[in-house]
Structures are given as structure tokens and as C-alpha cells.
Antibody, heavy 112, light 113 residues
């Protein structure tokens, strides 16, 4: 069955960096564009970034542009999100998703 | 960016009764290929989102047929024909026509009266 398993979340101080991973299985990972979507505590869903199936193109929400970088390794069926210059407002559950399927999320808390 | 507006934001329903959620977009969601990329997601308490409906009216695998989607252009609706206890949660619409960004509605919280 399809599985998306995020990892790498944690507590980090403002201005620091964090790298999230998403391990995929059960489908042909290399054929899908894949997204990061986040949800601040008690809030709605916010799209963060997408990377096309071959990794040739990425798009970002304005709120993270220039600070976050999405990447993928199709040989490892893994998606990444490098988050730099973290801000308190980046605190959220981060999900990887192809919209038909979602991971369980990994929690990022930015706090001093 | 396309703004998605849902109503109501809170929907108390009686078990076995129908429920309806509206979603309006700030511009037409008909794409250049003629498709309308409007999805509906359910998020039960403490769970990840789950897609219910894609391209306005297509149910995902395993989604009960009491869920249906309809609409066109800028106005869309998710209907639950008979609400069950397991339907409690927050429902989101999302557009994927004019990207980036993909944009979600604010969410509609469905609860049992």
C-alpha cells in the first residue's frame, strides 16, 4: 500500500535550519510531482512547495521563497525540504503529499 | 492568487441528515485543458487530510457514496447525503488550476448536534 513517512521535525530556534525528509513507498515515486503542505496549530492547510517528477522544476509559496528548498532523490524514493532562516510563524505540522495520498506529518516548532 | 472561500465555517448536523458545504473561488477554475481542478479533503480530528473528491465530482477510491461533489466555474459544493458519526472533522476545498500556489479554503468544521 502507499506510504509517505515524514521525519526530521523538532524544536529549533529562530534563524536556525532544519531538514525534513519524506520516504515514499507503494507507488512509482518518480512519476509524481510531490508537495509539502503545512498546518499551523489549530489552523488550516497551507501549500508550501512542489517539485516536479523529474526534479526539474520547483515552486514555492511566497511565505517560504528564498528560505526553503525542496528536492528529491528518485533513486531513494525520498523527498526533502531544507528549511533555513526559520521563523516562529513556520511552526506547523509539515505533510508530504501527492494530494491523493498524505503522510502522517512531522512537527516543526520554532521557538527561542 | 486564487482565493477560496468556504461557507459555513461551522456546520452542526444531526446524524442521518444531509449536509452541504459551499466553496467559491475568486476566479474561474476551468483550466486551459478544459478540466476544473477543484478537490475536497476531509481531516478527522488528530489525523492527516484525506482526499475525498477530485476534479469537482470524482470520488476517490474507498470514499463512501454518501459524499458527492458538484459545481462549475467559481461555485462548488460538497454534499453528505446522510451524516454519520465518522464524518466529524474539518473539510477543505482546494484549487489546483491556477498554480502556484495551490490554495485551500479556510475549512468547514462538521460536528454532530
Amino acid at each position: 500500500q502507499v506510504q509517505l513517512v515524514e521525519s526530521g521535525g523538532g524544536v529549533v530556534q529562530p534563524g536556525r535550519s532544519l531538514r525534513l525528509s519524506c520516504a515514499a513507498s507503494g507507488f512509482t515515486f518518480s512519476k509524481y510531482g510531490i508537495h509539502w503542505v503545512r498546518q499551523a496549530p489549530g489552523k488550516g492547510l497551507e501549500w508550501v512547495a512542489v517539485i516536479l517528477s523529474d526534479g526539474s522544476n520547483e515552486k514555492y509559496a511566497d511565505s517560504v521563497k528564498g528560505r526553503f528548498t525542496i528536492s528529491r532523490d528518485n533513486s531513494k524514493n525520498t523527498l526533502y525540504l531544507q528549511m533555513n532562516s526559520l521563523r516562529v510563524e513556520d511552526t506547523a505540522m509539515y505533510y508530504c503529499s501527492v494530494f491523493e495520498y498524505w503522510g502522517q506529518g512531522t512537527l516543526v516548532t520554532v521557538s527561542s | 492568487d486564487v482565493v477560496m472561500t468556504q461557507s459555513p465555517l461551522s456546520l452542526p448536523v444531526t446524524l442521518g441528515q444531509p449536509a452541504s458545504i459551499s466553496c467559491r473561488s475568486s476566479q474561474s477554475l476551468v483550466g486551459g485543458d478544459g478540466n476544473t481542478y477543484l478537490d475536497w479533503f476531509q481531516q478527522r480530528p488528530g489525523q492527516s487530510p484525506r482526499r475525498l473528491i477530485y476534479k469537482v465530482s470524482n470520488r476517490d477510491s474507498g470514499v463512501p457514496d454518501r459524499f458527492s461533489g458538484s459545481g462549475s466555474g467559481t461555485d462548488f459544493t460538497l454534499k453528505i447525503s446522510r451524516v454519520e458519526a465518522e464524518d466529524v472533522g474539518v473539510y477543505y476545498c482546494m484549487q489546483g488550476t491556477h498554480w502556484p500556489p495551490w490554495t485551500f479554503g479556510q475549512g468547514t468544521k462538521v460536528e454532530i448536534k
